[in-house]
Structures are given as structure tokens and as C-alpha cells.
């Protein structure tokens, strides 16, 4: 079965600063990799996606991801974050046998202003 | 589209009571998941469906939760009789079959009493 782990389950960063949050898979497979980002009160949205091709994905609001196969990782970064980052974000993983999505544990980032 | 449409967004009933959570997937979509999310198991997958059929349930906590989806654009979650640990935010989501991407909806916060 396949698991994600996301060892971040708090950060927190002022503004301006840098973000790296882990993701880490358990598949031995082709996998589809998927951050997701929960703002307060708010259902989730997709950031970005990574299927095939170039390992490091760009995704919306200034979001990037690179995954790393040997590592099986699937890291979220972002250079500069702001307060309207503040939201919970969560790591998926999919494999090709089917279209179930198992997420992290999620990781709540605070930024302060 | 409206995306993914739930109803109600707030249920508050007590312990005993039958609930009906209610889900219209985006048009198009074949795939339907029901997801509970709480903060001490975090997100969890209940049941998909492809197809209208029901393909994995092994999320399902136990018999009181069922679930059905009678056309392409209509699912129901329900809970008979609930119970105050029932209490969570309950989403669905659609996706394309063959994309995989799940577009979520804005999630039914449920309070049993």
C-alpha cells in the first residue's frame, strides 16, 4: 500500500522568508504527485501537480515542487512567502492502477506579518 | 462551472438522528470521493466511486455510514443513527477518470450533539 509522510506538521515563518515543506512516498511504482492547500475555513485546492516530465513543477501563487525519485520525495518550495500563505498544505500521492489519491498528515504553516 | 457543489455546509443534530450529506459532482466527471476530515485523523478517504459504482468502501468507519450515488450527478453520504464522534467536516470531490486530478467541494461541517 502506499503512504505519504509529511514530517512538518507545524511551521512557522515571517514574511519574506523561504519555504521548504517535506513530502516523502512509500510506492515502488509510477506515481502521480499532488500538493494541495487548505486555506482557513476553505476546502482544498490544487497548487500543483507533477505526472511526468520535467521533475520540478511549477504551480500557482509562486509554489514549485521537485521530485526526486531516489529520494522519493516530492518537496513543496516557495522563495518568499507571504501572510496569505498561512494555510494548511498537504502532500498526495496517486499511483497508475487507479485514480484513489492517499494524502499526508498535512502541514499547517503560519506566516507572520 | 460551479465546481463541486455540497450541501448543507453546516449540520448541527444530535446523537440518535439520521443525517444526509448531499454531493453534485462537476459535470463530466467520472469519479466521485467522499473524504472526512478531523484534526486528529486528518483526511481520510471513505468511498469512491467510478461510474456511478461504488469501487472502494474499506474507508467506510462502519455500518451506520452509507453511501450512493443513483446518477452521474448526485451523491449522498448518509449517517444512521449518528453519533457525537461522527463530528467533522465532510468533503467530496470529482475528477475526469482518466486525469486524476479531484476538484474538491466546500465541505459539510457536521456537529453531532
Redesign the interface.
Known amino acids: 500500500a502506499q503512504s505519504v509522510s509529511q514530517h512538518n506538521h507545524h511551521v512557522i515563518l515571517s514574511e519574506a522568508a523561504s519555504l521548504e515543506l517535506g513530502c516523502n512516498y512509500s510506492y515502488g511504482g509510477t506515481v ?1 504527485l ?1 500538493w ?1 492547500v487548505q486555506y482557513p475555513g ?5 497548487l500543483l ?1 507533477y ?1 511526468s516530465g520535467d521533475p520540478l513543477v511549477k504551480g500557482i501563487k509562486g509554489f514549485e515542487a521537485e521530485f526526486i525519485k531516489s529520494k522519493f520525495s516530492f518537496n513543496l518550495r516557495k522563495p518568499s512567502v507571504q501572510w496569505s500563505d498561512t494555510a494548511e498544505y ?1 502532500c498526495a500521492v ?1 499511483n497508475n492502477a ?6 499526508g ?2 502541514t499547517r504553516l503560519m506566516v507572520k506579518p | 462551472d460551479a465546481g463541486v457543489i455540497q450541501s448543507p455546509r453546516h449540520e448541527v443534530t444530535e446523537m440518535g438522528q439520521e443525517v444526509t450529506l448531499r454531493c453534485k459532482p462537476i459535470s463530466g466527471h467520472n469519479s466521485l470521493f467522499w473524504y472526512r476530515q478531523t484534526m486528529m485523523r486528518g483526511l481520510e478517504l471513505l468511498i469512491y466511486f467510478n461510474n456511478n459504482v461504488p469501487i472502494d468502501d474499506s474507508g467506510m468507519p462502519e455500518d451506520r455510514f452509507s453511501a450512493k450515488m443513483p446518477n452521474a450527478s448526485f451523491s449522498t453520504l448518509k449517517i444512521q443513527p449518528s453519533e457525537p464522534r461522527d463530528s467533522a467536516v465532510y468533503f467530496c470531490a470529482s475528477s475526469p477518470l482518466d486525469l486524476g486530478t479531484q476538484y474538491f467541494g466546500p465541505g459539510t461541517r457536521l456537529l453531532v450533539l
Open positions: 502521480n499532488f494541495y476553505q476546502h482544498l485546492q490544487l501537480k505526472f498537504f496517486m487507479g485514480n484513489m489519491l492517499t494524502f498528515g498535512g
